[in-house]
């Protein structure tokens, strides 16, 4: 087929951010997946070409301009809690502490959406003709449009865009815990990751007003998945993105059906969990999404019930839905990647 018009391409891997911007500023690497949140500067950016999704435009880079692009990614930044070690009403009290909509613009810069479900709106399931799966994914969140369990009727359980400290505080006290009996728990981060500290950082005056004591740590993305896999983690923030753009890419992991092999361990002996609720939300995957005769009408109606089980249940809080980034020099020609970021290179072409 077509020949590529470069001999060579060299990814490299840094994992220090400021270190990636760096040689990208010096001019020792021609494109720039992605920049730290800390250094990115939202007004310098000028979108020129709207395609779609994506966002094709200039960023003013320390007075020299170079190539921007922009497209929301199939991921989700979110909270994971193990059950076993963090009860419902902790949980739920981190849910009503936390404000999506702060977090997307203050934190992330305008760079994500908040998040109100472990699917990102794009990939998410859609009931009629006519509604997209962005709008069924807001609907749902704000007012429970075509909602299927109890306590999911109004939308969002712990407050669509704002933080509501009363209500973490009451459930809290509800479970037995007072300013004489606090919650103490362990919240760990990715070493080095801003966005998350701050996240955690956020969340820990106000769960303090709950009657629950964090500390915030750091460890490798090795030692806290392997922790998360052990069983002795707590609660760590996790960015997760789609390897293919179904539903059923995220929501396997919190239908309960085998909890021993989940982070959340929602399910397992010991743990902190309502049977009833489980028990439906596995009949809603195995009846519903899994069965032989299932519909793309009941796996919507199943997807949406594990959602909510989740919302109620509270095993993964889900934060912001992030965008892709790339920024590359003006003597590169590339086009911007789309939603899966797969791209490939053979026009690629340099004029250095």
């Known amino acids: 087929g077509t020949q590529p018009e470069v001999e060579e391409i060299v990814f490299t891997v840094v994992p220090d951010g400021n270190a990636r911007l760096s040689r990208f500023e010096n001019g020792n690497a021609d494109i720039l997946e992605g920049m730290p949140t800390a250094s990115f500067t939202p007004s310098n950016v000028s979108i020129e070409e709207q395609d779609g999704a994506k966002s094709v435009g200039t960023y003013d880079l320390n007075g020299t301009t170079v190539n921007y692009g922009q497209i929301p990614a199939l991921s989700t930044e979110y909270l994971v809690f193990n059950t076993l070690n963090v009860p419902t009403a902790v949980r739920q009290a981190f849910a009503y502490a936390l404000n999506q909509h702060d977090v997307a613009q203050n934190v992330f810069k305008g760079t994500a959406t908040p998040a109100y479900h472990i699917v990102p709106p794009a990939a998410y399931p859609t009931f009629e003709e006519g509604v997209t799966p962005s709008e069924t994914y807001t609907r749902h969140a704000e007012d429970g449009y075509q909602s299927n369990l109890e ?9 669509y865009g704002e933080t509501d400290i009363e209500s973490a505080r009451q459930v809290m006290e509800d479970a037995g815990y007072s300013s004489d009996n606090t919650f103490e728990i362990t919240a760990t981060t990715i070493s080095g990751n801003s966005q998350y500290q ?3 950082t956020r969340l820990q005056s106000k769960l303090r007003q709950a009657h629950i004591e964090m500390e915030v740590t750091e460890a490798s993305f090795g030692t806290i998945i392997s922790q998360a896999i052990n069983g002795s983690m707590e609660v760590f923030e996790l960015g997760d993105g789609m390897e293919y753009p179904g539903p059923q890419n995220f929501l396997r992991f919190l239908f ?8 959340t361990r929602w399910g397992a002996e ?17 009846q519903n999404y ?6 793309a009408e009941t796996q919507a109606e199943a997807f949406q019930t594990v959602e909510e089980g989740n919302w109620l ?12 980034q790339r920024f590359w020099h003006t003597h590169v020609d590339v086009e911007m990647y789309g939603v899966m970021e797969n791209q490939t290179f053979t026009e690629l072409t340099l004029s250095r």
């Open 290 to 295: 899994a069965a032989d005769e299932a519909t």
């Open 313 to 324: 249940s509270m095993q993964e809080l889900p934060i912001v839905n992030p965008a892709s």
């Open 151 to 159: 306590g999911a009727a109004d939308g969002y359980p712990y407050g």
């Open 198 to 200: 701050q996240v955690f």
């Open 256 to 263: 309960g059906g085998n909890p021993a092999t989940q982070f």
């Open 270 to 286: 010991d743990s902190y969990f309502d049977e009833e609720l489980r028990q439906t939300t596995i009949d809603a995957w195995e």
